[in-house]
């Protein structure tokens, strides 16, 4: 999902397959149904969202498994921003986490 940070994939040896960055509400409501993500975690610093409250977000992280922590950090910020734009946080952006 992050072509730009791993480059061409064909060079690379991988240690390690793809990672998924998810948020889940995995317990359900007494109803049955699983509870909105934002009646559990802080979702303001990814701004308004236009698509209404969901219980749950993923997106999938590849990038060569030996990196600084700097490097994580920032990779992991990237992906949570594009993981929240493709779910309709549209104000989502790097310098807000």
Same mark, same amino acid.
């Given at each position: 999902m992050l +072509?730009? @940070?791993v480059g061409d994939p064909a060079g690379l040896s991988w240690a390690a397959p793809p990672t998924e960055l998810r948020?889940?509400?995995?317990? +359900?409501?007494d109803n049955g149904v699983l509870p909105p993500l934002d009646t559990l975690v802080d979702? #303001? +610093?990814l701004g308004r969202n236009d698509?209404?409250?969901?219980? =749950?977000? &993923? @997106?999938?992280?590849? #990038?060569a498994p030996a990196m600084g =922590? &700097?490097?994580r950090q920032r990779?992991? =910020?990237e992906a949570l921003v594009h993981m929240a734009r493709e779910f309709e946080y549209v104000d989502a952006e790097v310098d807000l986490l």
């Open positions: +072509p730009n @940070v948020m889940t509400c995995e317990q +359900p409501a979702l #303001a +610093p698509g209404g409250t969901r219980s =749950r977000m &993923a @997106v999938t992280i590849t #990038a =922590r &700097a490097e990779l992991l =910020r």
